[in-house]
């Protein structure tokens, strides 16, 4: 499994995505960043740039990722969500229970992120990492034409 692991980051090293990938890890890392506690009442949502994005489901709550931004930054430096040097935090209008909402992506991210999965020419024992990336690449098609529909895009 580390050899798949390390293949892996070999690979996004190679496209110039690993800094974006380990940006990213901040959303699954953060209940560990954050505490139990606060994990209940606040969702990681998405990583943009290098700010994480959190919704609160209280001002209160908000407040509280605010005084514990530094202590939870560290934390997730340490996990390895590395290159992310600020949170942000939104009051939510949803419960805590519903799915996250998906990330908004410019529309000059989308066709980076096509180019490079069009570029991809990896060798056959990098299967399940195709069906990965061909797997994301249809949700991010999807999610795009959900923004079309709803008149966002």
Known sequence: MESVRQSLWEALSRLGLKEAAQRQQAVTLWP??????LARRCRALW????????????SAWAQQVALLK?????RLQHLGAEGIDDIRVRVGATRMDEPPEE??????ELDEARRKLDEMGFPQSFDPLQEALREWRVRVEAWQERRRKKGKA
Do not use: D, K, N
Not at 47 to 58: D, H, I, R
């Open 103 to 108: 990330p908004p992506l410019l529309a000059e």
């Open 70 to 74: 530094h202590r939870i930054l560290s």
């Open 47 to 58: 990583v943009q740039g290098t700010t994480l994005w959190v919704e609160a489901e209280s």
């Open 32 to 37: 560990q960043a954050a505490g139990p506690l």
